[in-house]
């Protein structure tokens, strides 16, 4: 069964440090999208790519960085890890389904800046 | 520019009816949906519904449209235990896929 994949689940990781965390699919998904998750605000938007090579800022795209070098993997980079930065991550892919993009989510990364 | 909202909390006895609702501020929304996060996990596509759509059914689920004032429901008929989760309403402007996501409601179900 195609699925998507976060790793690692859970990182401590201190201030100023470089992090990246992965994501892969298995869907064959051109799109690609990063959202953080916290508590009053939903979900936002970090980066999106809608291919290979192809990479867009989202609304809080300030702080990290991310590259398309395949169809299945879009890595996402914190240059210098922040407290502000401690969040859930959550990684997904869309295709076209029935007329309607569906967006299908990874198990998420909990990151905690110290 | 875009916004979705909704209110925070929402507790129900198991057996009545959830309502959970949504407004959002983007008149060329196409399409918008509603997904469910388990604890712990990540989100998962509950129904979706087309903006020239007034309503959409399926099985427990229904959801409502007001395009006129922005407005999007989810009722969920029967709730039970296992519908305790997070429910956020998403709208796309047709561009590929990107959605803008609200702020998420926790149901509660209380026995």
């Known amino acids: 069964d195609a699925e998507i994949t976060q790793s690692p689940r859970h990182k401590i990781t201190e201030t100023g440090r470089q992090v990246t965390l992965a994501c892969h699919q298995t869907?064959?998904?051109?799109?690609m999208f990063w959202y953080r998750q916290d508590l009053g605000h939903g979900l936002r938007l970090i980066h999106y790519s809608y291919g290979v090579q192809d990479t867009n800022k989202g609304e809080v795209s300030d702080g990290y960085s991310v590259s398309r070098s395949n169809t299945e993997d879009l890595p996402l980079t914190l240059e210098s890890a922040a407290s502000s930065q401690t969040s859930v991550y959550f990684c997904?892919?869309?295709?076209?389904?029935?007329?309607?993009?569906?967006?299908?989510f990874g198990p998420g990364t909990r990151l905690t800046v110290t | 520019g875009e916004d979705v909202e909704q209110s925070l909390f929402l507790s129900v006895r198991e057996g009545d009816s959830s309502v959970i609702n949504c407004t959002y501020t983007d008149s060329s929304s196409t399409y918008l949906y509603w997904y469910k996060q388990e604890p712990g996990a990540g989100l998962q596509l509950l129904t979706y519904i087309f903006s020239n759509m007034d309503m959409k059914q399926d099985q427990r689920l229904t959801v409502l449209l007001n395009k006129k004032d922005k407005h999007l429901s989810l009722r969920i008929a029967d709730t039970q235990t296992g519908d305790s989760a997070i429910y956020f309403c998403a709208e796309s402007t047709g561009t590929a896929s990107k959605l803008t996501f609200g702020t998420g409601t926790r149901l509660q179900v209380t026995l």
């Open positions: 997904a892919s869309s295709g076209l389904g029935a007329g309607v993009y569906e967006q299908y």
């Open positions: 869907w064959n998904h051109n799109n």
